[in-house]
């Protein structure tokens, strides 16, 4: 049984332009509502954040 899926962010999740598509966003809700926990990850420290 798949508990937890983790993803990396940049590269992977998001579009260059830091958006998610509509389906993306879709998947996740439907996982979430499956009970599976979805944990985003990223290499990158806080200061390493153009915010």
């Given at each position: 049984m798949i508990k937890m899926v983790v993803t990396d962010l940049d590269g992977t999740l998001l579009r260059k332009d830091k958006s998610i598509t509509r389906y993306?966003?879709?998947?996740?809700?439907?996982?979430?509502?499956?009970g599976i926990k979805v944990i985003f990850a990223t290499a990158r420290g806080e200061s390493s954040q153009n915010w």
């Open positions: 993306t966003i879709d998947i996740i809700n439907r996982v979430r509502e499956l």
